[in-house]
């Protein structure tokens, strides 16, 4: 089958999309389909002409008027459509990933979309996202856009059960129309080990993540405070941002880690490697590669009771899910008190994301939908 992939950013890279982009297309490549991966991104000058007409005086609120505004889906629906002009009659199926753009509207063949959320949901659910500096009006019309595409879609593609029932319930799409795929981990596989031994070092809690506040750093913080008074030697490293706030006893600020090369893959490896637990209370993840990247090194997880979390975690299985900040500090201290156990849990955790949450796995249920539509 012959796929053409659209995406904000280069999806043979690592720029577009977490590098969720890339793992996918690489894995229906390995499944031996043809893919045409293109970037609809705005030429330079587009993209200053709709930077200057969407300014506002808060920088987060400039960047999301003129990301999710009506000019930026029109100009990445024309590079879309420049695109498929261009490659006519060179694929069977259309993919675009997310709803920035519009590609399926006059399409000659099935269109899908991969999703990991909708402009309602985030205008819900998510109080840190960029959707939160918008004006209602602004909302709405962001709405209205991504309805749209949805419209059109052969079928969307999502990341978690989390996000499906809101495209049934938000958008009135039939539910054969709407199928969670999930995702992978973006990392080499290759260079994971197996089953790790009861780590020498002190009890290490690892948060992996570039937005502290929206990915519940603060919140670790405060129980990890709490964790010291029972555990003393217990530690926390901090990965992907540098909190000022965090510079707390027995934590270690690492800072960004970059996935774009080998050595920055094998460092950010090594640390999952050394952590007893992974610790990510988001307030809000419509999926969560991390929670998969730490279960595929065999760490357990911790997590909330809330969006795509409880259907990575199995509680009590291959990790936690918690209702609130005292019960994250309860199940911290079991967990670091129980090294033990946490091994045979992170064994669980492993078995689980290699046999539910890899991008060929993702690519396998994908497939099987786009070559009965092309059919």
Known sequence: MRILFLS????????????????????LRSLG??????????????????????????RRRWAARYHF??????ARSLVAKHHMSTLSGQFDVLLQAGATFNALEGASVPGFVYSDANAQLTSRDAPFSETAALS??????????????????????????????????DFGLPPARVQTVFAGANLDLT????????PAHP???????????????????????EVRGAITDARLVVVGCTPGEAEDNGVEVVGPVPKQTCDGQARLSALYQTADVFCMPSQFEPFGVVFV?????????????????????????????????AALRDQLIAALSAREQLREMGVRARERALQE????????RMVSQMQAAAC
């Open 69 to 74: 505004g009506s000019f930026g889906f029109w």
């Open 33 to 58: 389909h043809t893919v045409l991966g293109c970037d609809v991104s705005e030429p330079r000058l587009v993209r200053w002409l709709g930077t200057v007409g969407s300014w506002a005086p808060a």
């Open 293 to 325: 990247e730490a279960m595929l090194h065999g760490v357990p997880c911790i997590g909330l009771q809330r969006c795509a979390m409880p259907e990575i975690i199995v509680h009590n299985d291959t990790g936690w899910v918690v209702e609130n900040p």
């Open 357 to 364: 949450f890899t991008w060929e796995r993702v690519a396998e």
């Open 203 to 225: 009890p290490t809690i690892l948060f992996v993540g570039r937005q502290w506040t929206r990915k519940g750093g603060p919140l670790l913080l405060a129980a990890f405070r």
């Open 191 to 198: 260079i994971l080990r197996g089953p790790r031994a009861v």
């Open 8 to 27: 904000e950013g280069d999806p043979e890279t690592w720029d577009s999309w977490s590098g969720c982009s890339r793992g996918l297309v690489r894995a």
């Open 136 to 169: 209602r009006d602004e909302v709405a019309g962001m709405i209205e856009r991504e309805a749209s595409v949805y419209a059109r879609a052969t079928k969307v593609f999502t990341m978690s059960e989390y996000a499906r029932r809101s495209f049934l319930h």
